[in-house]
C-alpha cells in the first residue's frame, strides 16, 4: 500500500488521497487534457464499466483528475516520479515483478489482456493513451487484475492513425533502451533498483523477443 508519507508534489503533478481514502486527487502542473467536454465525459462514463480496466474516474478537467483509489494495488514498475512506496515493500514489488517478468506464458497473456483494453477503449472514446508504459498500469499481487492510469496522456485519434502497442515499453518501461543488442535503463536509479533482480538481455531473449508487438488502425 502507499506510503502516504511520501506523496508529493513533483514537477509534474501534485498527488493526494481524499481522507476516507476513496478517491485519488491528481493536480497535472504539466500535461494537459486537450479533448474536448463531450470526449471527457465520454472517458468518464466509459470508465465506470468494470470491465473497461481504466481507473475509475469521477472527475475530469483539463489539468485534475479525481479517480478511485485503489489500495489493494501497485504500479506494475515502480519509478522515481511514482515511488510513493517504503523500501520493505519497494524490494517485496520488485521480487514479485522479476518473478512474473521472466514468465513468457504469463507476460504474454497480460500483455495482450492489456493491449485489448487499450483497443477497448480507442473503439469506445475515440482517444488513446499515449504513454503507455508499465509504470501507468496498477497491479494486484499476482498480476491476475490491472488497471490502466496516466489520464493526462489521453489524446484525441484520429482517423488513419496507426498505434503500435510496444511490449517492452508496456510490459516494463518506456525508460528501457535497445540498442546493438543491449538493453539498459536510462535516467531512473529507482527503475534500475526496482529491475536489480533481473538480467535485461536475457529477459529480452526469453521473453520479448517473442511477443508479437500489435497495433491498430483508427477508423
Keep these: 500500500m502507499i506510503n502516504c508519507s511520501k506523496i508529493k508534489n513533483t514537477v509534474k503533478s501534485s498527488y493526494e488521497?481524499?481522507?476516507?481514502?476513496?478517491?485519488?486527487?491528481?493536480?497535472?502542473?504539466?500535461?494537459?487534457?486537450?479533448?474536448?467536454?463531450?470526449?471527457?465525459?465520454?472517458?468518464?462514463?466509459y470508465s465506470q464499466k468494470d470491465k473497461s480496466n481504466i481507473v475509475k474516474i469521477y472527475e475530469l478537467t483539463a489539468n485534475k483528475c479525481?479517480?478511485?483509489f485503489y489500495k489493494d494495488l501497485s504500479p506494475m514498475v515502480i519509478i522515481e516520479k511514482n515511488n510513493f512506496y517504503d523500501s520493505q515493500l519497494f524490494l517485496k514489488k520488485s521480487k514479485e515483478y522479476a518473478k512474473f517478468i521472466c514468465d513468457f506464458?504469463?507476460?504474454?497473456e497480460?500483455?495482450?489482456?492489456?493491449v485489448d483494453s487499450y483497443i477497448m477503449f480507442i473503439k469506445a472514446t475515440g482517444c488513446y493513451f499515449n504513454d503507455m508504459s508499465g509504470?501507468?498500469?496498477?497491479?494486484?499481487?499476482?498480476?491476475?487484475?490491472?488497471k490502466i492510469i496516466d489520464v493526462f496522456s489521453i489524446k484525441q485519434a484520429h482517423k488513419g492513425m496507426l498505434i503500435y502497442f510496444d511490449p517492452w515499453s508496456i510490459m516494463s518501461?518506456?525508460?528501457i533502451r535497445r540498442e546493438n543488442d543491449q538493453v539498459y535503463v536510462v535516467g531512473d536509479d529507482t527503475l534500475s533498483s526496482y529491475l536489480s533482480h533481473?538480467?535485461?538481455?536475457?529477459?529480452?531473449?526469453?521473453?520479448?523477443?517473442?511477443?508479437?508487438t500489435r497495433k491498430i488502425k483508427v477508423e
Design 110 to 114: 497480460l500483455y495482450n489482456k492489456i
Design 66 to 68: 479525481i479517480s478511485e
Design 105 to 108: 506464458e504469463r507476460v504474454s
Design 135 to 146: 509504470n501507468n498500469i496498477m497491479v494486484n499481487f499476482d498480476f491476475s487484475e490491472f
Design 17 to 45: 488521497i481524499s481522507d476516507d481514502m476513496k478517491h485519488f486527487i491528481i493536480n497535472s502542473k504539466q500535461e494537459f487534457i486537450t479533448v474536448s467536454d463531450k470526449k471527457k465525459n465520454q472517458i468518464i462514463e
Design 198 to 212: 533481473v538480467n535485461l538481455n536475457e529477459l529480452n531473449s526469453n521473453v520479448f523477443e517473442k511477443i508479437e
Design 173 to 175: 518501461c518506456v525508460s
